[in-house]
């Protein structure tokens, strides 16, 4: 059964600045899917980013992109620029692409907070 | 992009009532939909996996009787709690996804169930 890894259960940051967000995962295949959600107190479930395992790219979208190092199965999520706005919870999933029952496999999130 | 309507977003009952929640794939056709349980701080727990017009897939440890979950069309599923309790006080999100490979899960904003 595939695991996902967040150790960090919280994080700070300083408006403006950088941070980095880990999450490793355990696998057997060599086909999946990787996201990062984001569930900030409203609690509602917003896609961030998705990584192909297939592509070697890394993902970007806007200020937000990934550090996918497949063979060490890792799967880093970088915020640039943080803003207030970005201050939530953040999970790590993981999907198999196989089957019209694969699921999302969540890791146990981190917690984001951003220092005016 | 592809909305997930929950409804309702708050009920607050008395022990031993069941209770109803709907999610609705609004704009595009749901071939299959998850049904999460989250608790604070913590991380979304799989409840159960359904395909249109095919009983639920159950996890481990999750009470079919107790949770009886309906897709009766692409576009809607049902949860409902039955004889609920106070340990059932929970936060319940939906999630549907059309077809199967590569396509991400879109979740609904979630509903807060307390039992009194």
């Known amino acids: 059964a595939q695991t996902v890894t967040q150790s960090q259960p919280e994080m700070s940051v300083q408006e403006a600045e950088t941070v980095t967000l880990s999450c490793t995962y355990d696998?057997?295949?060599?086909?999946?899917?990787l996201f990062w959600y984001k569930q900030p107190p409203s609690r509602q479930m917003i896609l961030v980013i998705r990584?192909?395992?297939?592509?070697?790219q890394n993902a970007t979208e806007n200020r937000f992109s990934v550090n996918f190092q497949k063979a060490a199965k890792s799967f880093s999520l970088k915020i640039s620029d943080s803003q207030l706005g970005d201050a939530a919870m953040y999970f790590c999933?993981?999907?198999?692409?196989?089957?019209?029952?694969?699921?999302?496999?969540f890791g146990k999130g981190i917690t984001l907070s951003v220092r005016p | 992009g592809a909305v997930v309507s929950q409804h309702p977003s708050r009920v607050i009952c008395k022990s031993g009532t069941s209770v109803k929640i709907e999610c609705r794939s609004l704009d595009f056709q749901a071939t299959t939909m998850f049904w999460y349980r989250q608790f604070p701080k913590q991380s979304l727990m799989l409840m159960a996996t359904?395909?249109?017009?095919?009983?639920?897939?159950?996890e481990q440890g999750v009470e079919k009787d107790k949770f009886l979950i309906n897709h009766a069309s692409l576009t809607l599923s049902t949860l409902t709690v039955t004889s609920a309790h106070p340990e059932d006080s929970s936060f319940y999100i939906c999630?549907?996804?059309?077809?199967?490979?590569?396509?991400?899960?879109?979740f609904g904003d979630g509903t807060r169930l307390s039992i009194l």
């Open positions: 999630s549907a996804r059309q077809g199967a490979r590569g396509q991400p899960q879109h």
């Open positions: 990584q192909e395992a297939y592509k070697q």
């Open positions: 696998t057997s295949e060599s086909d999946y899917y």
């Open positions: 359904s395909n249109e017009g095919s009983k639920a897939t159950y």
């Open positions: 999933a993981y999907r198999s692409p196989t089957g019209a029952n694969s699921k999302l496999t």
